[in-house]
């Protein structure tokens, strides 16, 4: 027989996708002001590890890979570092903000 879980389910409805967006844009706020939190702090693992999240939310966001860039620096990775501000540079189509 037909169960409930066969039935395919309907879109959301757009005005309930707001949430959805309001979730992104904040939780991509709280990951930037961590890391930059842990860049203050020098906590070089963690400046990584959020800069890292946040791009993996908007991958191409500016300020992730520089605070990355500069987590990476301060660890000693300077190879890394470069590759990031290079994505900035990238990200923002050589444009000064």
Aim: charged share 30%; with cysteine.
């Amino acid at each position: 027989g037909l169960k409930h879980a066969d039935l395919p389910e309907p879109p959301v409805p757009e005005e309930f996708r707001s949430d959805e967006r309001e979730q992104h844009s904040l939780r991509l706020a709280l990951l930037l002001n961590a890391a930059l939190a842990a860049l203050r702090a020098q906590c070089w693992d963690v400046v990584e590890s959020r800069a890292g999240e946040a791009l993996e939310l908007e991958p191409q966001n500016v300020k992730a890979f520089y605070r990355r860039g500069m987590g990476r620096l301060g660890a000693g990775r300077s190879e890394a570092a470069k590759d990031d501000f290079w994505s900035v540079l990238r990200a923002s189509n050589f444009t000064n903000k």
